[in-house]
């Protein structure tokens, strides 16, 4: 089982966790990951979100 993740930190009145989160970080041994890793996780934190933070490139539009 492959355990290497990129774990996602978003706060829990979040509605839209991949969209908003605090940070990120990489989580096991890379030289021991499966084809289809990292793997996501997202770990809910205690508080709310303010001000709005969006990923880079999230919702963007071409003209």
Do not use: L, W
């Not at 290497?4 to 990120?24: E, I, K, L, Q």
């Not at 970080?25 to 890793?37: D, H, R």
């Amino acid at each position: 089982m492959c355990e290497y993740t990129r774990n996602y930190y978003v706060y829990s009145n979040c509605t839209d966790p991949a969209m908003h989160f605090t940070r990120t970080s990489t989580e096991g041994n890379a030289k021991k990951k499966c084809a289809k890793a990292p793997h996501e996780r997202f770990i809910v934190v205690s508080g709310s979100q303010s001000p709005p933070f969006r990923k880079e490139g999230a919702g963007d539009v071409e003209a």
